[in-house]
């Protein structure tokens, strides 16, 4: 239900996937949208999702209700999965994510988690609690078993906190509790747990209003049970643990003491959720269509970029602040591709101002960035982008992560201002971006495209013998409209050959086709009418 998807349904990702289709079919809103999840976890905003971004390299998705498809319907639902290990979940080391990011990333984690969240603006909520985007309804799945959720309760700011599962020994057991918590525990997509928080609630609804029960329950047992928990699971012994195991408690009390060890399993759940998709989208970058506008000259930027920005903006920064071997390899690419290299220079001496000279392959003549045609500055960010993740040429440690990551690259119209035969490179320029090194096996180049020529070079390089660049490495998908269920995704599938294996739907690759049956036409009929 976002933009002009009723459901996108499920979209295998390759190393390159292409998105192609019609004007204003949806292929921007699709491509978008991991940068606005992105966004949302670098604005540090108390917020559950960040769509109208205002900050530099953010973008703007739009309000709540222009991103409903047909501006409709109460919310809308976002699914991820990763993979997981249910013994080290368990562990109870796993629960401190800064313990977490420590787990040798050479585990094997065969389980499955998937979160699905539910956004909405409730219309005729508790008036107090103002006209704001809530997380509704954030659900666990583990093997594709229901775990846990929150659900908000209307008219109030409360969550409703459900767990049927739990992990005893490196499975999956069922349990059963309820419970109600502050909304304050939901912040940004995750549910920020607080046992301060979360205790009060869990005794509240098995012992009612019993303060010091509870208090007396969680000092005798939760603190001595948890010291003894963490201190054992980092082999570490501890003579001045009281054993909390063998106190006696009435059923009540154990109901209590169970349902919060369930909670903080959830806890651990989303603490790996969290930590997976902090590092996935810290590694996410995002070219927009309109890259900036070249200027006359530039200063040196005091901060370090690791990539050039959402419009291109840090393109100068990066190729300055950076050795002349890897300006050359930029203006290498768009010597073979466009006839026209680059230089970087200072303006006098130390003035902190440089500027980009294009070279004429032919003439050797220099002129400013700012002073020649737009295909070159617009391309530019784009080469400077795919050969600073080229140089990372071997395999990006992941010692100190739970699991490995890719790096995502999402560009749209890569081909604006360029010639055909330029248009073309840009398939090697890819290609070389996922196949290069042992790093770039790791990742992933989503492009939204208008341009045939980028296609079928893509389709060569696939054809080519002994190509690196195989077919399942890349996937071309053709969004288009319906008049009764919006947009739709479908698969173009290739051969061994790079053939695809059906036709293509009308008004792409056959348009050169009907355009030179036209011209054919349209010189016999004039050839016919002068005689």
Not at 395 to 420: D, G, K, M, V, W
Not at 440 to 461: A, C, G, V
Not at 496 to 505: A, C, D, M, S
Request: hydrophobic letters at 35%.
């Amino acid at each position: 239900n976002v933009k002009a998807f009723v459901d996108t349904g499920d979209i295998e990702i390759a190393p390159i996937t292409i998105f192609v289709g019609r004007n204003s079919c949806g292929k921007s809103s699709f491509i978008r949208f991991p940068k606005v999840l992105a966004q949302t976890f670098a604005s540090g905003f108390d917020m559950p999702i960040y769509l109208n971004g205002t900050q530099a390299d953010s973008i703007d998705y739009g309000t709540f209700q222009e991103v409903l498809h047909n501006g409709s319907g109460e919310g809308f639902s976002v699914s991820l999965t990763y993979p997981v290990s249910l013994k080290k979940i368990e562990d109870y080391k796993f629960r401190h994510s800064s313990i977490a990011r420590k787990y040798d990333a050479d585990n094997e984690y065969n389980d499955e988690v998937q979160i699905i969240i539910t956004y909405s603006m409730p219309l005729n909520d508790h008036p107090g609690l103002g006209k704001k985007v809530y997380a509704t309804k954030i659900e666990l799945y583990i093997n594709h078993n229901f775990f846990s959720s929150f659900t908000k309760i209307k008219e109030t700011k409360e969550y409703a906190f459900k767990q049927r599962k739990t992990i005893d020994n490196g499975r999956l057991i069922d349990v059963d509790f309820e419970f109600r918590i502050k909304s304050n525990m939901i912040q940004n997509f995750m549910p920020a747990f607080d046992v301060s928080d979360s205790f009060p609630a869990i005794c509240k609804a098995y012992l009612g209003e019993c303060e010091k029960e509870a208090r007396e329950l969680y000092t005798s047992f939760i603190i001595p049970s948890a010291r003894k928990k963490l201190f054992n699971s980092l082999h570490i012994e501890d003579e001045m643990i009281d054993d909390a195991a063998g106190r006696e408690v009435n059923e009540a009390q154990k109901k209590v003491i169970d349902a919060f060890d369930a909670f903080q399993v959830s806890s651990s759940v989303f603490t790996h959720i969290y930590e997976c998709m902090r590092y996935e989208f810290e590694n996410l970058r995002y070219i927009g269509p309109f890259r900036s506008a070249p200027k006359r000259f530039y200063r040196v930027d005091e901060i370090e970029h690791g990539d050039v920005g959402v419009n291109g903006d840090y393109t100068s920064s990066l190729l300055i602040n950076t050795d002349a071997s890897f300006v050359k390899e930029v203006s290498k690419w768009l010597a073979d591709a466009m006839d026209y290299g680059i230089k970087v220079s200072e303006v006098g001496n130390g003035t902190g101002l440089y500027q980009i000279t294009v070279v004429d392959k032919k003439t050797n003549k220099e002129s400013n960035l700012m002073d020649v045609g737009y295909g070159i500055s617009q391309v530019l960010p784009i080469v400077t982008q795919m050969k600073k993740a080229q140089q990372k040429t071997t395999e990006r440690s992941t010692h100190n992560r739970i699991c490995a990551y890719p790096e995502i690259f999402i560009i749209e119209q890569p081909e604006l201002h360029l010639h055909p035969a330029a248009q073309s490179e840009l398939a090697s320029l890819f290609a070389n971006t996922v196949t290069g090194g042992k790093a770039d096996k790791n990742r992933r180049l989503f492009i939204e495209t208008h341009s045939e020529h980028l296609i079928r070079s893509l389709q060569y390089l696939i054809a080519i013998p002994d190509s690196p660049l195989t077919r399942d490495m890349v996937k071309f998908y053709y969004i288009d409209k319906t008049e009764e269920n919006g947009s739709i995704i479908k698969e173009m599938k290739t051969n061994e050959y790079g053939q695809f294996l059906e036709p293509w739907p009308t008004g792409f690759f056959d348009e050169a086709h009907i355009m030179s049956k036209k011209l054919l036409e349209a010189i016999v009929n004039r050839k016919y009418s002068q005689k």
